[in-house]
Protein backbone atom coordinates (compact mmCIF):
# COMPACT_ATOMS: atom_id res chain seq x y z
CA UNK A 1 0.00 0.00 0.00
CA UNK A 2 2.48 2.10 1.39
CA UNK A 3 4.72 1.93 -1.69
CA UNK A 4 1.90 2.37 -3.87
CA UNK A 5 0.59 5.38 -2.55
CA UNK A 6 4.06 6.82 -2.67
CA UNK A 7 4.11 5.91 -6.25
CA UNK A 8 0.99 7.81 -7.19
CA UNK A 9 2.07 10.81 -5.34
CA UNK A 10 4.94 11.31 -7.18
CA UNK A 11 2.72 10.62 -10.65
CA UNK A 12 0.37 13.09 -9.53
CA UNK A 13 3.18 15.72 -8.65
CA UNK A 14 4.62 15.14 -11.53
CA UNK A 15 1.06 15.71 -13.45
CA UNK A 16 0.84 18.96 -11.78
CA UNK A 17 4.00 20.38 -12.43
CA UNK A 18 3.79 19.52 -16.24
CA UNK A 19 0.08 20.77 -16.26
CA UNK A 20 0.97 23.97 -14.41
CA UNK A 21 3.70 24.66 -17.62
CA UNK A 22 1.54 26.35 -20.11
CA UNK A 23 -0.86 28.45 -17.74
CA UNK A 24 2.05 30.11 -16.24
CA UNK A 25 4.27 32.80 -17.95
CA UNK A 26 7.42 32.00 -15.91
CA UNK A 27 6.94 29.08 -13.24
CA UNK A 28 9.42 30.28 -11.21
CA UNK A 29 8.21 33.44 -10.16
CA UNK A 30 4.53 32.73 -9.43
CA UNK A 31 5.00 30.78 -6.25
CA UNK A 32 1.90 28.77 -5.39
CA UNK A 33 0.08 30.37 -2.68
CA UNK A 34 -1.18 26.80 -0.93
CA UNK A 35 -1.46 23.35 -1.90
CA UNK A 36 -4.57 21.60 -0.77
CA UNK A 37 -3.92 17.51 0.22
CA UNK A 38 -7.10 16.06 -1.02
CA UNK A 39 -7.08 12.16 -0.07
CA UNK A 40 -9.91 9.23 0.21
CA UNK A 41 -12.43 7.71 -1.62
CA UNK A 42 -11.09 5.54 -5.09
CA UNK A 43 -14.83 5.84 -6.14
CA UNK A 44 -14.42 9.72 -6.01
CA UNK A 45 -10.92 9.98 -7.24
CA UNK A 46 -11.55 10.75 -10.75
CA UNK A 47 -14.60 13.30 -10.22
CA UNK A 48 -11.43 15.03 -7.37
CA UNK A 49 -8.98 15.07 -10.19
CA UNK A 50 -11.02 16.69 -12.75
CA UNK A 51 -12.21 18.55 -10.67
CA UNK A 52 -8.93 19.79 -9.36
CA UNK A 53 -7.39 20.00 -13.35
CA UNK A 54 -9.87 22.42 -14.11
CA UNK A 55 -9.61 24.26 -11.29
CA UNK A 56 -6.35 24.73 -11.49
CA UNK A 57 -6.71 26.55 -15.36
CA UNK A 58 -8.92 28.99 -12.88
CA UNK A 59 -6.79 29.45 -9.97
CA UNK A 60 -3.02 28.60 -11.29
CA UNK A 61 -1.94 29.88 -7.44
CA UNK A 62 -3.90 27.10 -5.89
CA UNK A 63 -2.20 23.72 -6.24
CA UNK A 64 -4.60 20.47 -5.73
CA UNK A 65 -3.00 16.99 -5.02
CA UNK A 66 -5.31 14.13 -5.36
CA UNK A 67 -4.81 10.35 -4.27
CA UNK A 68 -7.56 7.67 -3.64
CA UNK A 69 -6.83 5.28 -1.03
CA UNK A 70 -10.01 4.59 -0.05
CA UNK A 71 -13.28 6.32 2.07
CA UNK A 72 -11.73 5.03 5.59
CA UNK A 73 -7.64 5.41 4.36
CA UNK A 74 -8.74 9.44 3.65
CA UNK A 75 -10.64 9.83 6.98
CA UNK A 76 -7.66 8.62 9.16
CA UNK A 77 -5.78 11.08 7.23
CA UNK A 78 -7.83 13.58 7.85
CA UNK A 79 -7.49 12.46 11.70
CA UNK A 80 -3.95 12.60 11.90
CA UNK A 81 -3.82 15.90 10.17
CA UNK A 82 -2.07 15.55 6.91
CA UNK A 83 -4.72 16.36 4.24
CA UNK A 84 -6.74 18.63 4.52
CA UNK A 85 -9.63 17.43 2.81
CA UNK A 86 -10.95 14.18 2.99
CA UNK A 87 -12.92 12.21 0.01
CA UNK A 88 -15.39 9.81 1.27
CA UNK A 89 -18.74 8.06 -0.40
CA UNK A 90 -20.26 6.76 3.01
CA UNK A 91 -20.54 9.04 5.88
CA UNK A 92 -18.10 9.83 8.67
CA UNK A 93 -18.64 7.17 11.21
CA UNK A 94 -19.17 7.76 15.07
CA UNK A 95 -16.01 6.20 16.30
CA UNK A 96 -14.10 8.06 13.42
CA UNK A 97 -15.59 11.33 14.36
CA UNK A 98 -15.13 10.41 18.18
CA UNK A 99 -11.18 9.73 17.18
CA UNK A 100 -11.25 12.85 15.41
CA UNK A 101 -12.41 14.93 18.41
CA UNK A 102 -9.68 13.32 20.71
CA UNK A 103 -6.99 14.64 17.83
CA UNK A 104 -9.22 17.72 18.54
CA UNK A 105 -10.57 17.89 15.26
CA UNK A 106 -14.09 18.45 14.42
CA UNK A 107 -14.68 17.38 10.90
CA UNK A 108 -17.58 19.20 8.77
CA UNK A 109 -19.21 17.27 6.04
CA UNK A 110 -20.22 18.65 2.57
CA UNK A 111 -22.51 16.64 0.30
CA UNK A 112 -20.60 17.69 -2.91
CA UNK A 113 -21.94 14.73 -5.86
CA UNK A 114 -24.72 11.97 -5.90
CA UNK A 115 -24.18 8.48 -6.97
CA UNK A 116 -26.94 6.49 -8.23
CA UNK A 117 -26.51 2.81 -9.74
CA UNK A 118 -29.34 2.33 -12.77
CA UNK A 119 -30.59 -1.93 -13.26
CA UNK A 120 -30.28 -1.93 -17.14
CA UNK A 121 -31.97 -4.66 -19.82
CA UNK A 122 -32.26 -4.99 -23.19
CA UNK A 123 -34.69 -2.68 -25.00
CA UNK A 124 -36.47 -5.80 -26.49
CA UNK A 125 -37.31 -7.16 -22.57
CA UNK A 126 -40.61 -6.34 -21.92
CA UNK A 127 -39.92 -6.37 -18.05
CA UNK A 128 -40.67 -2.32 -16.97
CA UNK A 129 -39.78 -2.79 -13.20
CA UNK A 130 -38.28 -4.39 -10.48
CA UNK A 131 -38.30 -4.47 -6.43
CA UNK A 132 -34.69 -4.51 -4.80
CA UNK A 133 -35.53 -7.88 -3.26
CA UNK A 134 -36.08 -9.59 -6.81
CA UNK A 135 -32.84 -7.74 -8.00
CA UNK A 136 -31.27 -9.52 -5.16
CA UNK A 137 -32.76 -12.79 -6.08
CA UNK A 138 -31.86 -12.63 -9.60
CA UNK A 139 -28.45 -11.99 -8.34
CA UNK A 140 -27.92 -13.97 -5.62
CA UNK A 141 -29.75 -16.81 -8.24
CA UNK A 142 -32.53 -17.62 -6.95
CA UNK A 143 -34.42 -16.35 -9.65
CA UNK A 144 -33.00 -17.93 -13.03
CA UNK A 145 -36.07 -16.75 -15.65
CA UNK A 146 -37.50 -13.67 -16.61
CA UNK A 147 -40.95 -15.17 -16.35
CA UNK A 148 -40.57 -15.15 -12.81
CA UNK A 149 -40.57 -11.43 -12.64
CA UNK A 150 -43.36 -10.86 -15.11
CA UNK A 151 -40.94 -11.43 -18.24
CA UNK A 152 -40.75 -13.60 -21.44
CA UNK A 153 -39.34 -17.05 -21.18
CA UNK A 154 -35.81 -16.26 -21.02
CA UNK A 155 -32.99 -17.47 -18.77
CA UNK A 156 -31.19 -14.71 -17.29
CA UNK A 157 -27.43 -13.55 -18.03
CA UNK A 158 -26.33 -11.67 -14.87
CA UNK A 159 -23.74 -8.74 -15.20
CA UNK A 160 -21.64 -6.99 -13.05
CA UNK A 161 -18.76 -4.55 -12.82
CA UNK A 162 -15.63 -6.55 -11.80
CA UNK A 163 -14.73 -6.84 -7.41
CA UNK A 164 -12.45 -4.21 -7.69
CA UNK A 165 -15.33 -1.53 -9.10
CA UNK A 166 -16.28 0.44 -6.00
CA UNK A 167 -19.82 0.31 -7.50
CA UNK A 168 -19.52 -3.55 -7.24
CA UNK A 169 -18.84 -3.09 -3.78
CA UNK A 170 -21.87 -0.71 -3.12
CA UNK A 171 -24.30 -2.84 -5.33
CA UNK A 172 -22.78 -5.82 -2.92
CA UNK A 173 -23.65 -3.92 -0.02
CA UNK A 174 -26.86 -2.24 -0.67
CA UNK A 175 -28.64 -4.38 -3.20
CA UNK A 176 -27.65 -8.03 -3.39
CA UNK A 177 -27.92 -7.69 1.01
CA UNK A 178 -30.09 -4.74 0.57
CA UNK A 179 -28.44 -2.94 3.31
CA UNK A 180 -28.57 -5.81 6.03
CA UNK A 181 -24.79 -5.77 8.17
CA UNK A 182 -25.52 -9.64 8.96
CA UNK A 183 -26.70 -10.67 5.56
CA UNK A 184 -23.85 -12.66 3.99
CA UNK A 185 -25.33 -13.71 0.52
CA UNK A 186 -22.88 -13.53 -2.39
CA UNK A 187 -23.25 -13.18 -6.22
CA UNK A 188 -24.12 -16.29 -8.10
CA UNK A 189 -20.79 -17.72 -9.09
CA UNK A 190 -21.98 -17.41 -12.91
CA UNK A 191 -22.41 -13.69 -12.49
CA UNK A 192 -20.68 -12.38 -15.53
CA UNK A 193 -17.53 -10.20 -14.66
CA UNK A 194 -16.58 -7.17 -17.03
CA UNK A 195 -14.11 -5.00 -17.01
CA UNK A 196 -15.56 -2.03 -18.00
CA UNK A 197 -19.11 -0.37 -18.72
CA UNK A 198 -18.15 -0.24 -22.14
CA UNK A 199 -18.27 -4.35 -22.07
CA UNK A 200 -21.62 -4.09 -19.70
CA UNK A 201 -23.43 -1.87 -22.52
CA UNK A 202 -21.73 -3.97 -25.47
CA UNK A 203 -23.39 -6.96 -23.86
CA UNK A 204 -26.99 -6.09 -22.92
CA UNK A 205 -27.16 -3.82 -26.26
CA UNK A 206 -27.23 -6.95 -28.10
CA UNK A 207 -28.72 -10.04 -25.69
CA UNK A 208 -32.31 -9.80 -24.64
CA UNK A 209 -31.41 -12.24 -21.98
CA UNK A 210 -29.18 -9.77 -20.13
CA UNK A 211 -29.73 -7.47 -16.68
CA UNK A 212 -26.76 -5.61 -15.48
CA UNK A 213 -25.56 -2.34 -13.22
CA UNK A 214 -24.16 0.69 -13.56
CA UNK A 215 -23.59 4.68 -12.75
CA UNK A 216 -26.57 6.36 -13.99
CA UNK A 217 -24.07 8.29 -16.06
CA UNK A 218 -22.79 6.12 -18.07
CA UNK A 219 -26.21 4.52 -19.04
CA UNK A 220 -26.40 5.42 -22.58
CA UNK A 221 -29.81 5.41 -25.22
CA UNK A 222 -29.00 2.25 -26.42
CA UNK A 223 -30.24 0.27 -23.29
CA UNK A 224 -33.44 0.20 -21.32
CA UNK A 225 -33.15 1.42 -17.77
CA UNK A 226 -35.52 -0.14 -15.15
CA UNK A 227 -38.07 1.27 -12.52
CA UNK A 228 -37.11 0.35 -9.01
CA UNK A 229 -39.11 0.06 -5.59
CA UNK A 230 -37.36 -0.23 -1.91
CA UNK A 231 -40.05 -3.12 -1.71
CA UNK A 232 -42.99 -4.85 -2.89
CA UNK A 233 -45.25 -1.72 -1.12
CA UNK A 234 -43.66 1.11 -2.52
CA UNK A 235 -44.03 3.05 -5.59
CA UNK A 236 -41.80 2.09 -8.35
CA UNK A 237 -39.34 4.98 -9.53
CA UNK A 238 -36.90 5.59 -12.37
CA UNK A 239 -33.76 7.06 -11.88
CA UNK A 240 -32.89 10.55 -12.93
CA UNK A 241 -31.43 13.85 -11.68
CA UNK A 242 -35.00 15.03 -9.51
CA UNK A 243 -35.63 11.55 -7.92
CA UNK A 244 -31.96 11.46 -6.97
CA UNK A 245 -31.08 14.51 -5.37
CA UNK A 246 -35.07 14.39 -3.31
CA UNK A 247 -34.29 10.99 -2.15
CA UNK A 248 -37.18 8.75 -3.73
CA UNK A 249 -34.60 6.34 -5.79
CA UNK A 250 -33.54 3.43 -3.78
CA UNK A 251 -30.37 2.85 -5.09
CA UNK A 252 -28.75 6.14 -4.35
CA UNK A 253 -26.18 7.46 -1.89
CA UNK A 254 -24.36 10.92 -1.65
CA UNK A 255 -20.66 11.52 -1.39
CA UNK A 256 -18.91 13.89 0.77
CA UNK A 257 -15.94 15.56 1.51
CA UNK A 258 -14.86 16.73 4.67
CA UNK A 259 -12.52 19.38 6.29
CA UNK A 260 -10.87 19.57 9.50
CA UNK A 261 -13.21 22.44 11.31
CA UNK A 262 -14.55 25.23 9.18
CA UNK A 263 -12.88 25.19 5.70
CA UNK A 264 -10.46 28.70 5.61
CA UNK A 265 -10.61 31.00 3.05
CA UNK A 266 -8.70 29.04 0.27
CA UNK A 267 -10.54 25.50 0.81
CA UNK A 268 -13.92 27.44 1.42
CA UNK A 269 -13.18 29.11 -1.92
CA UNK A 270 -12.32 25.60 -3.36
CA UNK A 271 -15.43 24.30 -1.73
CA UNK A 272 -18.00 26.79 -2.95
CA UNK A 273 -16.86 26.81 -6.94
CA UNK A 274 -17.25 22.80 -6.59
CA UNK A 275 -20.49 23.74 -5.73
CA UNK A 276 -21.15 25.86 -8.52
CA UNK A 277 -22.56 24.54 -11.88
CA UNK A 278 -19.65 24.65 -13.42
CA UNK A 279 -18.02 22.00 -11.39
CA UNK A 280 -21.36 20.25 -11.44
CA UNK A 281 -21.44 20.36 -14.90
CA UNK A 282 -18.25 17.76 -14.60
CA UNK A 283 -20.00 15.60 -12.22
CA UNK A 284 -22.25 14.66 -14.65
CA UNK A 285 -19.53 14.06 -17.34
CA UNK A 286 -17.83 11.37 -15.12
CA UNK A 287 -21.46 9.64 -14.11
CA UNK A 288 -22.45 10.95 -11.12
CA UNK A 289 -25.54 12.57 -10.28
CA UNK A 290 -25.09 16.29 -10.16
CA UNK A 291 -26.51 18.43 -7.01
CA UNK A 292 -29.90 20.60 -7.68
CA UNK A 293 -30.09 23.52 -6.03
CA UNK B 1 46.74 -9.48 -34.48
CA UNK B 2 46.73 -8.64 -31.16
CA UNK B 3 43.96 -6.35 -32.05
CA UNK B 4 41.72 -8.93 -33.67
CA UNK B 5 42.57 -11.13 -30.64
CA UNK B 6 40.85 -8.94 -28.11
CA UNK B 7 37.75 -8.04 -30.44
CA UNK B 8 36.92 -11.72 -30.20
CA UNK B 9 37.31 -11.72 -26.87
CA UNK B 10 34.87 -8.97 -26.15
CA UNK B 11 32.24 -10.56 -28.65
CA UNK B 12 32.66 -13.85 -26.96
CA UNK B 13 31.99 -12.06 -23.58
CA UNK B 14 29.42 -10.55 -25.02
CA UNK B 15 27.55 -13.37 -26.89
CA UNK B 16 28.21 -15.26 -23.13
CA UNK B 17 26.49 -12.74 -21.42
CA UNK B 18 23.67 -12.40 -23.11
CA UNK B 19 22.92 -15.88 -23.17
CA UNK B 20 23.95 -16.45 -19.49
CA UNK B 21 21.29 -13.35 -18.79
CA UNK B 22 18.38 -14.94 -20.49
CA UNK B 23 19.17 -18.03 -17.93
CA UNK B 24 19.63 -15.08 -14.76
CA UNK B 25 16.34 -13.61 -15.91
CA UNK B 26 14.11 -16.69 -15.57
CA UNK B 27 15.71 -17.32 -12.65
CA UNK B 28 15.37 -13.91 -11.03
CA UNK B 29 11.92 -13.63 -12.39
CA UNK B 30 10.64 -17.30 -10.54
CA UNK B 31 12.72 -16.60 -7.34
CA UNK B 32 10.31 -13.12 -7.42
CA UNK B 33 7.45 -15.13 -8.56
CA UNK B 34 8.35 -17.50 -5.08
CA UNK B 35 8.79 -14.41 -2.87
CA UNK B 36 5.28 -12.50 -3.54
CA UNK B 37 3.44 -16.13 -4.11
CA UNK B 38 4.89 -18.10 -1.25
CA UNK B 39 3.53 -16.42 1.71
CA UNK B 40 -0.02 -17.44 0.06
CA UNK B 41 0.38 -20.68 0.99
CA UNK B 42 0.74 -19.98 4.56
CA UNK B 43 -2.29 -17.54 4.98
CA UNK B 44 -4.67 -19.09 2.93
CA UNK B 45 -6.33 -23.01 4.43
CA UNK B 46 -5.38 -24.94 1.87
CA UNK B 47 -9.55 -25.94 2.20
CA UNK B 48 -10.15 -22.60 0.91
CA UNK B 49 -7.90 -22.89 -1.88
CA UNK B 50 -9.11 -25.86 -3.11
CA UNK B 51 -12.92 -25.21 -2.95
CA UNK B 52 -14.87 -23.91 -5.95
CA UNK B 53 -15.73 -20.45 -5.06
CA UNK B 54 -13.36 -17.49 -6.08
CA UNK B 55 -14.52 -13.92 -4.58
CA UNK B 56 -11.11 -12.26 -3.03
CA UNK B 57 -12.83 -9.13 -1.47
CA UNK B 58 -14.67 -11.70 1.30
CA UNK B 59 -11.66 -13.99 1.03
CA UNK B 60 -13.00 -16.78 -1.20
CA UNK B 61 -9.74 -17.87 -2.73
CA UNK B 62 -10.96 -20.89 -4.55
CA UNK B 63 -8.07 -21.34 -7.85
CA UNK B 64 -9.88 -23.82 -9.04
CA UNK B 65 -12.39 -22.22 -11.34
CA UNK B 66 -9.69 -20.31 -11.99
CA UNK B 67 -7.52 -23.30 -13.16
CA UNK B 68 -10.30 -24.91 -15.13
CA UNK B 69 -10.94 -22.22 -16.88
CA UNK B 70 -7.56 -21.18 -18.32
CA UNK B 71 -7.25 -25.09 -19.16
CA UNK B 72 -10.86 -25.23 -20.75
CA UNK B 73 -10.43 -22.01 -22.78
CA UNK B 74 -6.23 -23.59 -24.20
CA UNK B 75 -7.76 -26.67 -24.97
CA UNK B 76 -10.64 -25.38 -27.13
CA UNK B 77 -8.07 -23.07 -29.08
CA UNK B 78 -5.71 -26.05 -29.48
CA UNK B 79 -8.24 -28.12 -30.70
CA UNK B 80 -8.68 -25.64 -33.89
CA UNK B 81 -5.74 -23.77 -34.14
CA UNK B 82 -3.13 -27.09 -33.92
CA UNK B 83 -5.51 -28.53 -37.23
CA UNK B 84 -5.80 -25.41 -39.09
CA UNK B 85 -2.66 -23.97 -38.35
CA UNK B 86 -0.53 -27.32 -39.61
CA UNK B 87 -2.92 -27.10 -42.44
CA UNK B 88 -1.50 -23.88 -43.56
CA UNK B 89 1.99 -24.56 -42.81
CA UNK B 90 1.89 -27.20 -45.10
CA UNK B 91 -0.07 -25.87 -47.82
CA UNK B 92 2.43 -22.73 -47.81
CA UNK B 93 5.10 -24.80 -47.92
CA UNK B 94 4.49 -27.93 -50.13
CA UNK B 95 1.89 -26.87 -52.38
CA UNK B 96 1.23 -23.30 -52.75
CA UNK B 97 3.12 -22.47 -55.96
CA UNK B 98 5.45 -20.06 -55.31
CA UNK B 99 4.37 -16.47 -55.77
CA UNK B 100 1.31 -18.22 -54.47
CA UNK B 101 3.73 -18.57 -51.25
CA UNK B 102 5.57 -15.28 -51.05
CA UNK B 103 2.35 -13.58 -50.52
CA UNK B 104 0.37 -16.02 -47.71
CA UNK B 105 3.80 -16.11 -45.68
CA UNK B 106 3.94 -12.58 -44.76
CA UNK B 107 0.73 -12.29 -44.83
CA UNK B 108 -0.01 -14.66 -41.69
CA UNK B 109 2.87 -12.79 -39.94
CA UNK B 110 1.30 -9.37 -40.19
CA UNK B 111 -1.91 -11.14 -38.77
CA UNK B 112 0.40 -12.95 -35.99
CA UNK B 113 1.21 -8.92 -35.09
CA UNK B 114 -2.45 -7.62 -34.57
CA UNK B 115 -2.77 -6.34 -31.35
CA UNK B 116 -5.01 -8.26 -28.65
CA UNK B 117 -7.22 -5.86 -27.50
CA UNK B 118 -8.20 -5.39 -31.40
CA UNK B 119 -8.98 -9.02 -31.53
CA UNK B 120 -11.15 -8.73 -28.51
CA UNK B 121 -13.23 -5.19 -30.12
CA UNK B 122 -14.38 -7.40 -33.21
CA UNK B 123 -15.02 -10.69 -30.61
CA UNK B 124 -17.40 -8.60 -28.57
CA UNK B 125 -18.54 -6.65 -31.32
CA UNK B 126 -19.11 -9.33 -34.31
CA UNK B 127 -18.27 -12.90 -32.87
CA UNK B 128 -20.03 -12.63 -29.09
CA UNK B 129 -23.57 -12.21 -30.98
CA UNK B 130 -22.78 -14.01 -33.48
CA UNK B 131 -22.17 -17.31 -31.45
CA UNK B 132 -25.42 -16.33 -28.95
CA UNK B 133 -28.12 -16.87 -31.68
CA UNK B 134 -25.95 -19.26 -33.59
CA UNK B 135 -25.62 -21.93 -31.27
CA UNK B 136 -28.67 -20.58 -29.31
CA UNK B 137 -26.91 -19.98 -25.76
CA UNK B 138 -28.02 -17.54 -23.27
CA UNK B 139 -24.79 -15.43 -23.71
CA UNK B 140 -21.88 -15.23 -26.51
CA UNK B 141 -19.61 -14.34 -23.71
CA UNK B 142 -18.43 -18.13 -23.43
CA UNK B 143 -14.62 -19.83 -23.31
CA UNK B 144 -15.72 -20.71 -26.82
CA UNK B 145 -15.73 -17.25 -27.63
CA UNK B 146 -12.14 -17.14 -25.83
CA UNK B 147 -10.96 -20.21 -27.76
CA UNK B 148 -12.07 -19.32 -31.13
CA UNK B 149 -10.00 -15.93 -30.93
CA UNK B 150 -7.44 -17.30 -28.98
CA UNK B 151 -6.80 -19.93 -31.82
CA UNK B 152 -7.03 -17.10 -34.12
CA UNK B 153 -3.93 -15.88 -32.63
CA UNK B 154 -2.21 -18.70 -32.51
CA UNK B 155 -3.01 -19.79 -35.83
CA UNK B 156 0.02 -17.17 -37.21
CA UNK B 157 2.87 -18.42 -34.77
CA UNK B 158 2.31 -22.06 -35.92
CA UNK B 159 1.99 -21.03 -39.54
CA UNK B 160 5.11 -19.15 -39.46
CA UNK B 161 7.17 -21.66 -37.45
CA UNK B 162 5.59 -25.05 -39.13
CA UNK B 163 6.36 -23.87 -42.45
CA UNK B 164 9.95 -23.22 -41.60
CA UNK B 165 10.31 -26.40 -40.11
CA UNK B 166 9.01 -27.53 -43.20
CA UNK B 167 11.13 -25.55 -45.34
CA UNK B 168 14.35 -26.86 -43.90
CA UNK B 169 13.93 -30.40 -44.58
CA UNK B 170 16.11 -30.88 -47.69
CA UNK B 171 15.07 -31.43 -51.26
CA UNK B 172 16.46 -34.29 -51.69
CA UNK B 173 14.24 -36.00 -49.32
CA UNK B 174 11.15 -35.41 -51.37
CA UNK B 175 13.27 -36.35 -54.82
CA UNK B 176 14.29 -39.49 -53.48
CA UNK B 177 10.38 -40.41 -51.98
CA UNK B 178 8.87 -39.40 -55.42
CA UNK B 179 11.38 -41.51 -57.23
CA UNK B 180 10.19 -44.03 -55.10
CA UNK B 181 6.54 -44.04 -56.51
CA UNK B 182 4.91 -42.34 -53.30
CA UNK B 183 2.69 -39.84 -54.28
CA UNK B 184 2.48 -36.14 -53.25
CA UNK B 185 0.27 -37.21 -50.60
CA UNK B 186 2.15 -39.78 -49.76
CA UNK B 187 5.46 -37.69 -49.43
CA UNK B 188 4.15 -34.76 -47.37
CA UNK B 189 2.55 -37.11 -44.99
CA UNK B 190 4.98 -39.72 -44.32
CA UNK B 191 8.78 -38.16 -44.98
CA UNK B 192 8.52 -34.24 -45.02
CA UNK B 193 6.46 -33.84 -42.32
CA UNK B 194 7.78 -36.58 -40.24
CA UNK B 195 11.37 -35.11 -41.14
CA UNK B 196 10.33 -31.97 -40.02
CA UNK B 197 8.58 -33.01 -36.49
CA UNK B 198 10.91 -31.64 -33.79
CA UNK B 199 10.03 -28.05 -35.83
CA UNK B 200 6.64 -28.65 -35.99
CA UNK B 201 5.95 -29.51 -32.33
CA UNK B 202 8.36 -26.63 -31.21
CA UNK B 203 5.18 -24.43 -33.26
CA UNK B 204 2.50 -26.76 -31.85
CA UNK B 205 4.04 -25.47 -28.88
CA UNK B 206 4.54 -22.21 -29.20
CA UNK B 207 0.77 -21.14 -30.33
CA UNK B 208 -0.41 -22.69 -27.08
CA UNK B 209 2.04 -20.82 -25.41
CA UNK B 210 0.37 -17.96 -26.40
CA UNK B 211 -2.58 -19.01 -25.53
CA UNK B 212 -2.90 -19.59 -22.45
CA UNK B 213 -0.75 -16.52 -21.60
CA UNK B 214 -3.09 -14.38 -23.66
CA UNK B 215 -5.23 -11.79 -21.20
CA UNK B 216 -6.59 -9.04 -23.24
CA UNK B 217 -8.99 -10.72 -25.65
CA UNK B 218 -9.91 -13.25 -22.90
CA UNK B 219 -10.77 -10.68 -20.27
CA UNK B 220 -13.34 -9.23 -23.16
CA UNK B 221 -14.52 -12.11 -24.44
CA UNK B 222 -14.73 -14.86 -21.74
CA UNK B 223 -17.52 -13.17 -19.45
CA UNK B 224 -14.76 -13.72 -16.52
CA UNK B 225 -17.46 -15.78 -14.38
CA UNK B 226 -15.08 -18.06 -12.13
CA UNK B 227 -17.48 -21.15 -12.97
CA UNK B 228 -15.65 -24.56 -12.56
CA UNK B 229 -16.09 -26.65 -15.80
CA UNK B 230 -17.54 -30.24 -15.82
CA UNK B 231 -17.56 -31.49 -19.24
CA UNK B 232 -17.16 -30.07 -22.61
CA UNK B 233 -20.19 -28.55 -21.91
CA UNK B 234 -18.45 -25.86 -20.03
CA UNK B 235 -17.15 -24.60 -23.14
CA UNK B 236 -20.14 -22.77 -23.84
CA UNK B 237 -20.45 -20.90 -20.82
CA UNK B 238 -18.76 -18.20 -19.60
CA UNK B 239 -15.09 -19.22 -17.72
CA UNK B 240 -12.64 -17.10 -16.09
CA UNK B 241 -8.99 -17.56 -16.84
CA UNK B 242 -6.38 -17.06 -14.25
CA UNK B 243 -4.81 -14.74 -16.46
CA UNK B 244 -7.81 -11.94 -17.03
CA UNK B 245 -7.98 -12.65 -12.92
CA UNK B 246 -4.14 -11.42 -12.19
CA UNK B 247 -4.74 -8.62 -14.87
CA UNK B 248 -8.37 -7.54 -13.67
CA UNK B 249 -7.36 -7.77 -9.66
CA UNK B 250 -3.92 -6.54 -9.53
CA UNK B 251 -4.32 -2.69 -10.32
CA UNK B 252 -6.45 -2.49 -7.18
CA UNK B 253 -5.36 -4.88 -4.67
CA UNK B 254 -3.80 -3.35 -1.73
CA UNK B 255 0.59 -4.24 -1.87
CA UNK B 256 1.46 -7.25 0.70
CA UNK B 257 -2.56 -8.48 1.40
CA UNK B 258 -3.21 -11.92 1.39
CA UNK B 259 -5.53 -11.19 -2.12
CA UNK B 260 -1.85 -9.72 -3.46
CA UNK B 261 -0.13 -13.07 -2.22
CA UNK B 262 -2.77 -15.35 -3.78
CA UNK B 263 -2.25 -13.49 -7.09
CA UNK B 264 1.49 -14.14 -7.40
CA UNK B 265 0.62 -17.99 -6.53
CA UNK B 266 -1.71 -18.02 -9.52
CA UNK B 267 1.28 -16.50 -11.45
CA UNK B 268 3.60 -19.43 -9.87
CA UNK B 269 0.47 -21.88 -10.99
CA UNK B 270 0.69 -20.52 -14.39
CA UNK B 271 4.44 -20.23 -14.77
CA UNK B 272 4.40 -24.13 -14.17
CA UNK B 273 1.96 -25.25 -16.45
CA UNK B 274 3.97 -23.58 -19.23
CA UNK B 275 6.90 -25.19 -17.89
CA UNK B 276 5.83 -28.05 -17.77
CA UNK B 277 4.00 -27.73 -21.31
CA UNK B 278 7.66 -26.58 -22.53
CA UNK B 279 9.24 -29.98 -21.24
CA UNK B 280 6.77 -32.44 -22.33
CA UNK B 281 7.22 -30.61 -25.80
CA UNK B 282 11.25 -30.94 -25.40
CA UNK B 283 11.62 -34.52 -23.98
CA UNK B 284 9.49 -35.24 -27.14
CA UNK B 285 11.59 -33.52 -29.51
CA UNK B 286 14.60 -35.14 -27.39
CA UNK B 287 13.62 -38.84 -27.97
CA UNK B 288 12.92 -38.28 -31.53
CA UNK B 289 16.39 -36.88 -32.29
CA UNK B 290 18.46 -39.80 -30.39
CA UNK B 291 16.14 -42.74 -32.50
CA UNK B 292 16.76 -40.61 -35.65
CA UNK B 293 20.70 -41.19 -34.56
CA UNK B 294 20.08 -44.20 -34.01
CA UNK B 295 19.13 -44.75 -37.18
CA UNK B 296 21.37 -42.94 -39.19
CA UNK B 297 24.54 -44.87 -37.44
Known amino acids: MDRRSAASLLLLAAFSLTSCQPSQSSPSSIAPARTIENKGSDTIVNLALAWAERYQTIKPEVRISVTGGGSGTGIASLINGTVDIANASRQIKEEERADAQANGISPVEFVIARDAIAIIINPENPVERLTLQQISAIYSGSINNWNEVGGEDRPIVRLSRETNSGTHVYFLENVLRLGEKENKTLFSTDTLLLPSSEGITAEIRQNPNAIGYDGLGYVTDEVKVVAVAANADSPYIMPSADTVNNGQYPIARDLYMYTAGEPGDVLKTYLDWIMSPDAQLIVRELGFVPLLR | ?297
Do not use: C
Not at chain 2, 66 to 76: H, Y
Not at chain 2, 116 to 135: C, K
Not at chain 2, 264 to 278: E, H
Open chain 2, 1 to 297: MRLKDAGELITTALIKTAGYSAIVFVTMIFIFLLREGAPAVTQVKPANFWQLRWYPIEDYFGILPLIGGSLIVTFGAALFAVPLGLASAIFIAEIAPRWAREILKPLVEVLGGLPSVMLGFIGILVIVPAIRTGLNIPTGLTAFTGALLLGGMAIPTIVSVAEDALDSVPRTYRDASLAMGATRWQTIWRVTLPAARSGVLTAFMLGIGRAIGETMTVMMVTGNAPVFPTGLGALFKPARTMTATIAAEMGEVANGSVHYHVLFFIGIVLFLISLAVNLAAASVVFRQRRRAERILS
